[in-house]
């Protein structure tokens, strides 16, 4: 059973930066590609930065480009997602989520399996 556990989210102001991590076990990832997602309360679930696990290409939305970088440690199995000059329209649960076809898609639908979640906060 596959378990992802996101951490790192928290309240920072605008033009800051933080780190999210996401732990993943269960499974051995070489093939998979993970992406980070997020979203706010009456909204759709949107994609951010996805990577492949092996190869370590990624890739962003068009909004974070520039800001976000996502990588993984092989080592830890854990994904993170760096995110710079933080804007309010960034607030939203982020969560990672696990590709088992190695796509690197953008497609939320492609995704197996979710955390829980972690709550960033970007005040202005």
């Known amino acids: 059973q596959v378990q992802l556990v996101e951490s790192g989210g928290g309240l920072v102001q605008a033009g800051g930066s933080l780190r999210l991590s996401c732990a993943a076990s269960?499974?051995?990832?070489?093939?998979?590609?993970m992406g980070w997602f997020r979203q706010v309360p009456g909204k759709e679930r949107e994609f951010v930065a996805s990577?492949?696990?092996?190869?370590?290409?990624?890739n962003y939305a068009d909004d974070v480009k520039g800001r976000f970088t996502i990588s993984r440690d092989g080592a830890k199995n854990t994904v993170y997602l760096q995110m710079n000059s933080l804007k309010p329209e960034d607030t939203a649960v982020y969560y990672c989520?696990?590709?088992?076809?190695?796509?690197?898609?953008?497609?939320?639908?492609?995704?197996?399996?979710w955390g829980q979640g972690t709550q960033v906060t970007v005040s202005s």
């Open positions: 990577i492949k696990w092996t190869a370590g290409s990624s």
């Open positions: 269960g499974r051995t990832f070489s093939s998979y590609s």
């Open positions: 989520a696990t590709d088992p076809r190695g796509r690197n898609t953008p497609f939320r639908s492609y995704y197996d399996y």
